[in-house]
């Protein structure tokens, strides 16, 4: 197979993982109105429980995976710091500042949501909250990268299993409290899990022994290792990890959040109560749990095996991959309004026109073609001479 200088220059199967990626985003976000609406959760049926946990649950490992791709191809830094921050700012900043100006004029109340953006993102394009962890990752890569230069796999291994150890830490909270969904209300009303002091928080001190490992830095590390250490795995080896890891981490997620629903509504559909509610339900859900991350394992590993770079990956895969970045920014307008109208058209829940299937066959329709749309928008408009890079990165 005759490859070109810009092929071989690539890694193959992060363009392929992005592409995959920007779909599981979609389909996160095509399968949300289905476990929350009236007050904040609302789940009608039994079979809507199912067909969330589902679809949400085999979805959600797409951010890590972004985060994992951006740390694999720029951690350590192959250039300057300043030359890095240039770079990221034309690519991540500029279109970010755009689409965030976008949302506020569109949706909601444009004097309000601007007044809210200097302080945060647009709560009515919850999504961009994104951005917000990548550059925060991105500020850490220039003071983390001449040790990551050096680093051993003994290391290296050492801090992602401590990072690893701090994805339990939910569910150590979740039991130490008692419930499945005791929340309060953190700046500006937001629920949040409500925390329990672990291993040196205290009321006047959030910076326990694990704080600074937590969150998306496993991630970060995960890219790293799977780089200096992983890319001459062979594929019984690979396959025999990416599998085990991958159903046992949708295991936890699908069935965490199934009992944590059954057990907020004694079994009796609808389910429904204040967003907090939801909050409890997506306790295994959340970026920072075992399960999340065992199944961004598996999927980092079956993606590495992926090598095909013929007419298919250069004619679609490769130009959808570089536009990814503005796929994410931009989905939400697309998305939305197909939503609205498969609601409008097959009904609701099993009341619908294709009984138990009316969700699955709404969340499915909903999300491919906002993906087909969005990234054929994406694609041409990147094309624009000079304006495409600003719009999409």
């Not at 999504?127 to 917000?132: C, E, T």
């Not at 594929?235 to 965490?256: D, E, T, V, Y």
């Not at 980092?300 to 503005?326: E, H, N, Q, T």
Request: with cysteine; charged share 10%; hydrophobic share 50%.
């Amino acid at each position: 197979m005759i490859q070109t200088n810009e092929t071989r220059a690539r890694e193959i199967w992060v363009d392929w993982m992005r592409v995959a990626a920007c779909f599981l985003v979609m389909l996160v976000h095509s399968t949300e109105p289905f476990y929350l609406g009236g007050d904040g959760s609302l789940i009608l049926t039994r079979a809507d429980a199912f067909w969330a946990s589902f679809f949400d649950t085999f979805a959600r490992a797409c951010v890590p995976l972004f985060v994992v791709a951006s740390s694999y191809l720029q951690f350590p830094l192959h250039y300057s710091t300043g030359e890095f921050f240039r770079r990221r700012a034309v690519r991540i900043l500029i279109p970010f500042i755009i689409w965030t100006v976008v949302y506020a004029l569109v949706w909601g109340e444009p004097v309000q949501n601007f007044k809210d953006l200097l302080l945060n993102f647009n709560y009515a394009a919850g999504h961009l909250w994104f951005v917000y962890m990548l550059l925060g990752i991105y500020l850490l890569m220039p003071l983390l990268s001449p040790w990551a230069e050096k680093v051993g796999k003994k290391e290296l291994g050492f801090y992602l299993i401590a990072c690893i150890l701090t994805t339990f830490i939910p569910f150590i909270r979740e039991r130490a409290i008692g419930s499945n969904a005791v929340c309060i209300s953190g700046p500006g009303g937001i629920p949040m899990q409500a925390p329990y002091p672990l291993w040196g928080e205290a009321s006047w001190n959030e910076f326990g022994v694990f704080y600074y490992l937590s969150g998306f830095i496993g991630y970060m590390l995960l890219g790293l290792y799977m780089r200096k250490f992983a890319g001459d795995w062979s594929k019984g080896k690979s396959l025999a990890i990416a599998i085990p890891c991958w159903l046992g981490g949708f295991a936890i997620c699908f069935f965490g959040f199934i009992r944590r629903v059954l057990a907020s509504c004694g079994g009796t559909f609808p389910a429904s109560g204040k967003v907090a509610m939801a909050v409890g339900w997506e306790t295994p859900w959340f970026n920072n749990t075992i399960g999340v991350f065992l199944m961004t394992v598996g999927w980092i590993l079956l993606f590495m095996r992926i090598k095909s770079s013929g007419w298919f990956y250069s004619k679609v895969v490769l130009p959808v991959s570089k536009a990814s970045y503005g796929m994410y920014l931009c989905h939400m307008l697309v998305l939305a309004q197909f939503a609205n109208l498969f609601r409008s058209t097959f009904g609701i829940g099993a009341e619908g026109s294709l009984g138990i299937f009316t969700t699955p066959v709404q969340i499915l329709l909903t999300a491919v073609c906002s993906y087909i749309c969005v990234a054929i928008f994406a694609v041409l408009a990147q094309r624009i001479p000079k304006a495409g890079k600003w719009l999409i990165g």
